[in-house]
C-alpha cells in the first residue's frame, strides 16, 4: 500500500514562498507520476502540477511561472516549490501517487494579503 505523507503548509504573505514536501513510502517510487492538487474552500479540487515517471511536468496555467514540482528518488519525496504566492493560492495541498492510486492527508498552506 502506498502512503504519501505531505508536510510544508503553513501562513505567509503574498509574495512569499513556501516548499511543500511528499513522502513516498511503499511503493516502487522512481516509475511512479506524483501530482499536487489543491482545495480552496468553496471551490473544486484541482490539479496544480505533475511529474511524470519520465521526468515531464505540466502545471495549471494558474500557477505557471510561479510554482515548481521536483523529485529527488534518494529520499522519496517529492517537492511543490511556490514562489510569488497569491492570495487566491490559499487551500489544502494534496499529493497523489498514479500508480498507487492513493492519496496524502493534506496540507493547509495560508496566503494573507
Known amino acids: 500500500q502506498v502512503r504519501l505523507v505531505e508536510s510544508g503548509g503553513g501562513l505567509v504573505q503574498a509574495g512569499g514562498s513556501l516548499r511543500l514536501s511528499c513522502a513516498v513510502s511503499g511503493s516502487t517510487f522512481a516509475p511512479d507520476s506524483i501530482t499536487w492538487h489543491r482545495r480552496a474552500p468553496g471551490k473544486a479540487r484541482e490539479m496544480v502540477a505533475m511529474?511524470?515517471?519520465?521526468?515531464?511536468?505540466n502545471y495549471a496555467d494558474s500557477v505557471k511561472g510561479r510554482f515548481t514540482i521536483s523529485r529527488d528518488n534518494a529520499v522519496n519525496t517529492v517537492y511543490l516549490q511556490m514562489d510569488n504566492l497569491k492570495p487566491e493560492d490559499t487551500a489544502v495541498y494534496y499529493c497523489?501517487?498514479?500508480?498507487?492510486?492513493?492519496w496524502g492527508q493534506g496540507t493547509q498552506v495560508t496566503v494573507s494579503s
Open positions: 497523489y501517487s498514479v500508480l498507487g492510486n492513493s
Open positions: 511529474l511524470m515517471s519520465g521526468g515531464g511536468t
